[in-house]
Nanobody, 119 residues
Framework: QVQVVESGGGLVQPGGSLKLSCAGSGGTFNDHTIGWFRQAPGEEREFVAQVSSSGRNTDYADSVKGRFAISRNFARFTVYLQMNSLKPGDTAIYSC????????????WGQGTQVTVAS
């Protein structure tokens, strides 16, 4: 079925920007809502943002509203997460998941990409 691979993470200073990519393959990636999540050491995974299958509807966690932007490129089977004004609290492993609306769940998780915000 669908597989996803995250990329674009790295080390960035506070206030900096980073753009993550979630590339899908092996299935109907473009037919699903795609979400970005993050998990810091010792913390539970938390929702960051999602974009609908149409690309027209987006949703963000309150902690990232106004700073992050999610989008998708259907031709490239890729969902992006543009992260601006990064804070140390944004440090985490960022993963994307494929929405399974019928079961109200997320599936097909990738391995994640590390984002570290530090001076």
């Amino acid at each position: 079925q669908v597989q996803v691979v995250e990329s674009g993470g790295g080390l960035v200073q506070p206030g900096g920007s980073l753009k993550l990519s979630c590339a899908g393959s092996g299935g109907t990636f473009n037919d699903h809502t795609i979400g970005w999540f993050r998990q810091a050491p010792g913390e539970e995974r938390e929702f960051v943002a999602q974009v609908s299958s149409s690309g027209r509807n987006t949703d963000y966690a309150d902690s990232v509203k106004g700073r992050f932007a999610i989008s998708r490129n259907f031709a490239r089977f890729t969902v992006y997460l543009q992260m601006n004004s990064l804070k140390p609290g944004d440090t985490a492993i960022y993963s994307c998941g494929v929405g399974a609306e019928l079961t109200n769940s997320w599936v097909y998780w990738g391995q994640g990409t590390q984002v570290t915000v530090a001076s």
